[in-house]
């Protein structure tokens, strides 16, 4: 007689709103308070994408995020840029990817960082493209600094979040960005006062 298959529920994750200067994130944590993505509410597609590759979850349920990761990123969006640090996080991805996670994690904030040099610094030079794929894989947005990477010119290529919060998000930390604005973005900053 074979022996019965144990079925082992599907991980719960967590499903919360936080309002930001740049527009409402999506905070999602795992069954032990652990942050596992922060996106943005017009990505949330992408988002849940991600989640499906990197944990195997499909379903969130509604569920607060720890007053520890509310606090923790309010106080990043007032100003306290080291808040950040405070943030239990988890991710999935590949070795790759988790190493460059890691090493985004690194770069401290009102610094930035260009894919190559990024590649470099891992050891494969000519991995600036992977570099680049690891970036846009990125499940936590703001925490784990994606946006501290740009082009070799000082460019502002690609962020999952769109651009414009990109721009926000390094003025914020205190980088000098070029004047005036690429055409199509928007200047948030005038937005919120």
Not at 13 to 18: K, S
Not at 102 to 112: E, F, K, N, Q, S
């Amino acid at each position: 007689m074979p022996k019965p298959v144990k079925t082992v529920p599907p991980p719960s994750f967590g499903l919360d709103r936080l309002e930001t200067p740049i527009g409402t994130a999506l905070l999602v944590t795992d069954a032990d308070d652990v942050l596992c993505a922060l996106d943005w509410h017009d990505y949330e597609p992408r988002m849940r994408e991600l989640l499906r590759l990197q944990h195997d979850v499909s379903d969130l349920n509604e569920k607060p995020a720890p007053q520890s990761v509310r606090s923790a990123l309010s106080a990043y969006f007032n100003g306290e840029l080291d808040a950040l640090r405070a943030i239990r996080t988890r991710f999935g991805g590949t070795p790759f990817q988790r190493k460059v996670w890691t090493a985004l994690a690194r770069i401290p904030p009102g610094t930035t960082m260009s894919y190559g040099a990024l590649a470099a610094q891992l050891g494969s030079p000519k991995a600036m493209r992977a570099v680049g794929h690891a970036n846009g894989a990125n499940p936590l947005s703001v925490v784990i600094p994606c946006h501290r990477l740009i082009g070799a010119g000082g460019s502002l290529v690609k962020y999952g979040g769109g651009l414009h919060r990109k721009r926000w998000l390094l003025a914020h930390e205190g980088v000098v960005l070029p004047s005036p604005l690429p055409k199509g973005e928007v200047d948030l900053r005038k937005q919120i006062g």
